[in-house]
Nanobody, 124 residues
Framework: QVLLVESGGGLVQAGGSLRLSCAAS????????MGWFRQAPGKEREFVAA????????YYADSVKGRFTISRDNAKNAVYLQMNSLKPEDTAAYYC?????????????????WGQGTQITVSS
């Protein structure tokens, strides 16, 4: 079993930046593709970004491409989400998740492990 713990959420003004971190334990970190998802009140979880096990492949939702960057440090068992030019519509709980392969990376169903979430609130 893999334990994932997010950190770095908080309040930020529109146009500002935040960096989220996700620390993993209990598995072989480099064998997992990692994803970030977000969920606003009353809405379903939506895909934000994903990165392959070795960091060679990344994929972003159109809504965040050019503003957000996903990265990982396998030596530290960590994945990050750098969020720039934040907008009020980015307000949500953000979750990191792990899956065993790259296929189906935008779908929540294939991710076996999830963190507890961290709240990002962007004020106008």
């Amino acid at each position: 079993q893999v334990l994932l713990v997010e950190s770095g959420g908080g309040l930020v003004q529109a146009g500002g930046s935040l960096r989220l971190s996700c620390a993993a334990s209990g598995g072989t970190f480099s064998s997992y593709a990692m994803g970030w998802f977000r969920q606003a009140p009353g809405k379903e979880r939506e895909f934000v970004a994903a990165i392959s096990g070795n960091g060679g492949l990344t994929y972003y939702a159109d809504s965040v491409k050019g503003r957000f960057t996903i990265s990982r440090d396998n030596a530290k068992n960590a994945v990050y989400l750098q969020m720039n030019s934040l907008k009020p519509e980015d307000t949500a709980a953000y979750y990191c998740a792990a899956r065993s392969d790259w296929s189906g990376r935008v779908h929540t169903r294939g991710y076996a492990y999830w963190g507890q979430g961290t709240q990002i609130t962007v004020s106008s």
